[in-house]
Structure formats: C-alpha cells, structure tokens
C-alpha cells in the first residue's frame, strides 16, 4: 500500500490518496481525511473504487520502485 498527499479541497482540508492491493490482487484507490472529533483522530473516506487497467499501468510506469 502507498499513501500520497492529495490536493486541498476548498476548505482546506488535508487529503490523501491510498493505492493498494485487495487479497484477489486487483488495484483499489482511496482518498480519505483526517478528521479530529471529540478528542479522537477518525478516518473520513471521501472515496474508493477499483483502478482500471490502463490507471494501474499508468501507475507502475511512473512509480517502478513501489
């Protein structure tokens, strides 16, 4: 799994963008925020979904290292 910075949105919330592996081996990509609520740190998912092939290569070509 890597984790990489996102943009800002508008509010100025930090994102973040989560490519991974499922246990069948098929790509998944995530973006989410830190929220803090109550004194806790809590996981807000913005997004998630299965990349499509040509992403996944996309991705490996630019990233061969991870």
């Keep these: 799994m890597v984790i990489l910075p996102d943009k800002e949105n508008p509010r100025g919330e930090r994102r973040f963008r989560a490519i991974g592996t499922t246990l069948e081996r098929r790509k998944v990509f995530v973006v989410f ?34």
Aim: charged share 40%; glycine share 6%.
């Design 33 to 66: 925020a830190w929220r803090e609520k109550g004194g806790l740190k809590l996981l807000r998912p913005i997004s998630a979904r299965y990349m499509h092939k040509p992403e996944v290569e996309s991705y490996e070509k630019e990233n061969p290292d991870l």
